[in-house]
C-alpha cells in the first residue's frame, strides 16, 4: 500500500504554543488529505478535508483560525495548532488519498500524540 | 443518533475461538463500507473492505445488510495478535471521499 508519514511523532508544549504537524504521502501524489483527532477512548473525528492547493474545508465545530491547514504540495499537507491549551491533546491522524494508485482509498499516517501542559 | 455505531465491548474471546459483531449505520445512502483495525496508540489500518455480498480474506468475513443498516465482522479461529479495537468506517457523505468511523469494538483474545 501507499506510505504516508506524519512528524513529529509525539509532542509535548506549553499551553499558548503553536504546533505545527507535517503529514507527507512518501510515494503517491495526494490530491487530498484528511485531518481526523482521536481523544482517549473516542473514535477518529474528522476535523478537515484538504485538497491540494485549495482552501481546507473543515467540519462543523472545529475553528479553522485555530487548526491552520496548509496543502501546497501533493505530498505535503499541514496542519498547525494555534495557541494550544490543554484541551488540545489528543492523538492527531492524517490519511491520504488520489492518484490511481490508491483507488480512493485513505492511507493513515502513523500519528501525532499531542500534550499541551 | 450518532451516524456510526458499534459494541465498544470488550468482547473476551478464548484463543481459536470465533467471535462476531455489528455495527449499524444511519445514512442509508452510504456507499462504501470498511472494517479497520487499530492497535493500541497506533493509527487505523484497513483490515477489509465490505462488498454487497459479502466476502471472506482469510478467517475474517464481512457482511453487509443494506435492508437492515448494518454491516458484521465475524473471526474465525482467533489468535493472540487479533486483540485490537476494529473499527467500523463508512463513507457517510455524498462528496468528498469522506469516512464515517464508529467508535470500534475492542477485542481481547486469551490464551
Known amino acids: 500500500g501507499a506510505v504516508v508519514s506524519q512528524h513529529p511523532s509525539w509532542v509535548i508544549c506549553k499551553s499558548g504554543t503553536s504546533v505545527k504537524i507535517e503529514c507527507r504521502s512518501l510515494d503517491f501524489q495526494a490530491t487530498t488529505m484528511f485531518w481526523y483527532r482521536q481523544f482517549p477512548k473516542q473514535s477518529l473525528m474528522l476535523m478537515a478535508t484538504s485538497n491540494e492547493g485549495s482552501k481546507a474545508t473543515y467540519e462543523q465545530g472545529v475553528e479553522k483560525d485555530k487548526f491552520l491547514i496548509n496543502h501546497a504540495s501533493l505530498t505535503l499537507s499541514t496542519l498547525t495548532v494555534t495557541s494550544a491549551h490543554p484541551e488540545d491533546s489528543s492523538f492527531y491522524i492524517c490519511?491520504?488519498?488520489?492518484?490511481?494508485?490508491?483507488?480512493?482509498?485513505?492511507?493513515f499516517g502513523p500519528g501525532t500524540r499531542l500534550t499541551v501542559l | 443518533r450518532k451516524e456510526v455505531e458499534q459494541d465498544p465491548g470488550p468482547f473476551n474471546v478464548p484463543e481459536g475461538a470465533t467471535v462476531a459483531f455489528n455495527c449499524t449505520y444511519s445514512n442509508s445512502a452510504s456507499q462504501s463500507f470498511f472494517w479497520y483495525r487499530q492497535d493500541c496508540r497506533k493509527e487505523p489500518k484497513l483490515l477489509m473492505s465490505v462488498y454487497s455480498s459479502g466476502n471472506e480474506d482469510g478467517r475474517f468475513t464481512a457482511q453487509l445488510n443494506r435492508a437492515s443498516q448494518y454491516i458484521s465482522l465475524l473471526i474465525r479461529d482467533s489468535k493472540l495478535s487479533d486483540s485490537a479495537t476494529y473499527l467500523c468506517?463508512?463513507?457517510?457523505?455524498?462528496?468528498?471521499?469522506?469516512?464515517?468511523f464508529g467508535g470500534g469494538t475492542r477485542v481481547l483474545v486469551k490464551p
Open positions: 468506517v463508512v463513507n457517510g457523505k455524498a462528496a468528498g471521499n469522506k469516512l464515517t
Open positions: 490519511s491520504a488519498s488520489g492518484g490511481p494508485r490508491t483507488y480512493n482509498e485513505q492511507f
